[in-house]
């Protein structure tokens, strides 16, 4: 079945940066793009941004764009996300999703099982 | 401040049906299609509704959707005490070029 699964919970130092990986299975890796969500402790879902693991394009959300950088490695199906100079308000569950495109929609599923980022000092 | 507007909570007793809507704009749901998600506690988030109104397979036909203009409405009916969940809607935005998610609206069943 399709599934992403990513890897697991980091605890890190304000400042530092942290790399999350998304690893897909069940299904062309490349034909998809992947896309990172993420949700702070209580708080609602927030788009980060987005990669085609085909061609390395990316697109970023405005408040994320000079901090965040997203990679792909197709032979192995995987797709990472790594955030820098982190803060106490980047502690967050971050999440991969797969975008499924047809004519006229497209929407997430499935998503990754999500991985704890936390701050602090 | 999320783009797409819900209500924080919704409740409802078993058996009873309850809508929860979400009110954009026309860059968001004005001009594009809307999902909704569910996320069971501690989980993550799970396509509930695709497409407006589309059900994947595997989801209870007592969950429906609908779109009119800018705002669209996720019913859910014959409730059930595993519906208890945070239901999202979500939409690209041509203005913002990116996606945007409602903030989420806690279902809880009494």
């Known amino acids: 079945q399709v599934q992403l699964v990513q890897s697991g919970p980091e605890v890190k130092k304000p400042g530092a940066s942290v790399k999350v990986s998304c690893k897909a299975s069940?299904?062309?890796?490349?034909?998809?793009?992947i896309h990172w969500v993420r949700q702070a402790p209580g708080q609602g879902l927030e788009w980060m941004g987005r990669?085609?693991?085909?061609?390395?394009?990316?697109n970023y959300a405005l408040k994320f764009q000079g901090r965040v950088t997203m990679t792909s490695d197709t032979s192995i199906g995987t797709a990472y996300m790594e955030l820098r100079s982190l803060t106490s308000d980047d502690t967050a569950v971050y999440y991969c999703?797969?975008?499924?495109?047809?004519?006229?929609?497209?929407?997430?599923?499935?998503w990754g099982q999500g991985t704890l980022v936390t701050v602090s000092s | 401040q999320s783009v797409l507007t819900q209500p924080p909570s919704a409740s409802g007793t078993p058996g009873q049906r309850v809508t929860i809507s979400c009110s954009g704009g026309?860059?968001?749901?004005?001009?594009?299609?809307i999902n909704w998600y569910q996320q069971l506690p501690g989980t993550a988030p799970k396509l509930l509704i695709y497409?407006?109104?589309q059900r994947p397979s595997g989801v209870p036909d007592r969950f429906s959707a609908s779109k009119s203009g800018t705002s669209a409405s996720l019913a859910i009916s014959g409730l059930q005490s595993e519906d208890e969940a945070d239901y999202y809607c979500?939409?690209?935005?041509?203005?913002?070029?990116?996606?945007?998610f409602g903030g989420g609206t806690k279902l809880t069943v009494l």
């Open positions: 979500a939409a690209w935005d041509d203005s913002l070029n990116g996606w945007e």
């Open positions: 990669i085609n693991p085909n061609s390395g394009g990316t």
């Open positions: 497409n407006n109104n």
């Open positions: 026309s860059s968001n749901i004005g001009s594009n299609t």
């Open positions: 069940g299904y062309t890796f490349s034909a998809y793009y």
């Open positions: 999703a797969r975008l499924v495109v047809v004519p006229g929609a497209k929407w997430f599923d499935p």
